[in-house]
C-alpha cells in the first residue's frame, strides 16, 4: 500500500449531507488537509482511506453535479 503522508489519526469525519442519515450507504469526508481530501466507507471506519488531491476532488463532485457521471 503507498503512503500518502497524510495522518489521519485524529481526523474530524463528517458524512456528506445527501445521505439523509443514512447509515448503509455513505461515504464521510475529512476537512483540514491542504491539498488532499481523505474518503472513507462509513460502514466500516477502521478500513481503507482513500486521499485523493483536493483539485481532483473537486472536478469529480462538478462532474456528479452536472450529470456528466
Known sequence: MRSTGVD???AAWRKSSYSDGGMDNCVEVA???AGALPVRDSKQPAGPTLVFPAHG???FITQLQDGRL
Open 31 to 33: 476537512d483540514g488537509y
Open 57 to 59: 476532488w473537486n472536478h
Open 8 to 10: 489521519l489519526n485524529t
